[in-house]
């Protein structure tokens, strides 16, 4: 059940008139009253006596006992009340309660306080009334609405469980605005799948998204072609800024801006700042060195950089945690900009799930999450990837990665009961899900063959080392398809100088792995993460590998426990 308080108005008359006619789309069906202040107004839709004018001079009549100075500016309050598409359909007495007790809640009308305001409630569709109200009580004195938004919320959550409905999360006021309806029939009529709002939104995020100053970030902005207006100060400074789409535009033709504070909290111009100004003054952080080029060793970075954040996250202070979430919102962001065509819609809408899990009451501490921005900025300087070859295998390789910081970031919310960020990223989890498959399909269909070509004395050897690394895990990674992978994936370890039993017990050791729906998938990125080995094999045939290696080796984790060993002579 979603409540919403819309704009306060001038005229009951042309709020009436919009609630009782069929509607611009014609989805106003059957309009008529369910409830109202005195259980007895006039309903102009079932009453061929009644008219619209006869209620709207009932419902102001207060007005009248105040005199012109005191009577407020805007005294129309309005709110919509709407069901889930999957909720039973409600009769109009339990649409009548629901009235009720959301201008209690409000603190329009309290039987209990005898003089309240008056009010009427209207349905003209299956799932959702609308309520108009006069901001004047019966006695000239106004009704305190403070904080009336998150009573009527409070009381949308009490009645979805009395009545059997879809429960919805709590919010915390942290979340982006909601598109208005009327945005919503525009985008409809102009074809577009989501309202001009959330498509700048979603540009602005990926504009961000690594960047490190405000030139680059606006140049982005331009370069996506959105228009763009800056608030300066008389003094020059930058203080604010708006952005439109070209071909949004008002009744007099003129596009329509938007705040950036007003797309989302967080891409505010201070907020966005604070970014920047981290960067340049992180703890404890060396100079960044010049990142390579190409797209593959951007998502090789990428996945290094969220192999790390999980445990931050996982145990982590609480600020600096937050500032990771934060940052892997922009990581997606800026996967999901240079994907290939395969990959890029479950990535697109992962970034877009993320987004409201990117942000929470715990304020951010900016400046440790420089490594999960810098492998961002890499993404978008390395351009779009092929999305076949080593780019493909990389993508997936970050994309697991990813999968598990964001299944981090969900128990971290869960944790804090942060509901609804907790659902976002759960849904954000589920789309990196099918994009990993997507992702992952041809690079691991190529480590599968090589698998099974393994002569036998060799795979029986791989399947000793599983069994010593990993004896509780053992069988059930044998069941698994994905097990030639693996064992593909271990002989190259071992040809690369490690040892593959001690590199395997360390790669299932360091992070859970229930949330995987195959460990051996997992396993096999993790190692050649951690090996340094080539992620895309299907043109390389073993006796050639080493040479792949040693293009690689500067990107091998800093020296440490990776199970490095001499070759046996």
């Not at 902005?221 to 800024?241: E, F, H, N, Q, T």
């Not at 099918?434 to 599968?448: K, R, T």
Request: net charge neutral.
């Amino acid at each position: 059940m979603i409540p919403r308080i819309q704009k306060r108005g001038q005229r009951t008359l042309g709020l009436l008139y919009y609630l009782y006619e069929p509607g611009k789309y014609e989805e106003h069906i059957d309009p008529h009253l369910v409830a109202s202040w005195d259980h007895n107004a006039p309903d102009p839709g079932r009453d061929g006596s009644a008219t619209l004018q006869q209620l709207q001079q009932l419902l102001d009549q207060p007005l009248e006992n105040i005199g012109e100075s005191e009577r407020p500016k805007k005294h129309v309050w309005h709110l919509s009340v709407r069901n889930a598409a999957e909720d039973r359909i409600l009769s109009d007495e339990e649409w009548g309660d629901i009235a009720r007790r959301m201008v209690a809640a409000a603190g329009i009308d309290d039987p209990d306080q005898g003089a309240g305001c008056r009010w009427a409630a209207v349905r003209h569709a299956d799932d959702h009334i609308h309520i108009v109200a006069t901001l004047v009580r019966e006695d000239g004195y106004k009704p305190d609405l403070d904080h009336d938004a998150a009573r009527v919320q409070a009381q949308a959550r009490a009645l979805e469980v009395e009545l059997g409905l879809r429960r919805l999360n709590k919010g915390d006021g942290t979340a982006a605005k909601r598109p208005t309806s009327a945005e919503h029939h525009k985008a409809e009529r102009q074809g577009r799948q989501r309202t001009a709002r959330e498509e700048l939104r979603e540009t602005v995020r990926r504009a961000v998204a690594g960047a490190t100053s405000e030139e680059e970030f606006f140049d982005r902005l331009a370069a996506a072609g959105l228009l763009i207006r800056k608030r300066v100060a008389p003094s020059g400074d930058l203080l604010g800024y708006k952005v439109a789409l070209p071909d949004d535009r008002n009744a007099k033709d003129e596009p329509v801006f938007y705040p950036g504070a007003r797309l989302a909290p967080d891409l505010s111009l201070p907020r966005i700042r604070e970014r920047w100004s981290a960067d340049s003054h992180a703890p404890n952080t060396a100079p960044r060195e010049p990142a390579p080029s190409g797209a593959a060793s951007a998502r090789r970075r990428t996945a290094s950089a969220a192999w790390q954040a999980v445990l931050v996250v996982e145990i982590g202070d609480d600020a600096v945690a937050a500032a990771y979430i934060a940052a892997a919102g922009e990581v997606l962001d800026a996967l999901a900009k240079t994907s290939a065509a395969h990959t890029r819609s479950e990535l697109r809408e992962a970034a877009w799930a993320f987004e409201r899990a990117s942000r929470s009451h715990v304020r951010a501490e900016r400046g440790h999450d420089r490594a999960l921005r810098q492998a961002a900025r890499d993404l978008v300087r390395s351009g779009p990837a092929l999305g076949r070859g080593e780019d493909g295998a990389t993508t997936a390789m970050a994309i697991d990665m990813l999968f598990f910081l964001i299944t981090a970031a969900a128990h971290w919310h869960a944790k804090k009961n942060h509901a609804q960020q907790a659902a976002a990223a759960r849904q954000a989890a589920e789309h990196l899900r099918a994009a990993y498959q997507a992702a992952a399909a041809q690079p691991l269909g190529a480590l599968y063959q090589r698998g099974r070509r393994l002569n036998r004395p060799l795979r029986q050897r791989q399947t000793a080392v599983l069994r010593e690394a990993l004896p509780e895990l053992a069988e059930q990674i044998l069941a698994e398809p994905g097990w030639y992978a693996l064992a593909a994936t271990l002989a190259d370890t071992e040809s690369a100088d490690h040892d593959p039993a001690v590199l395997l017990a360390e790669a299932a050791g360091q992070r859970e792995l229930g949330s995987a729906e195959s460990v051996s998938d997992v396993l096999v990125w993790r190692l050649r993460r951690a090996a340094g080995l080539p992620a895309d094999t299907t043109d390389v045939a073993p006796e050639h590998q080493g040479a792949e290696r040693s293009t690689r080796r500067a990107e091998r984790p800093a020296p440490g426990r990776t199970g490095s060993r001499s070759r046996r002579q």
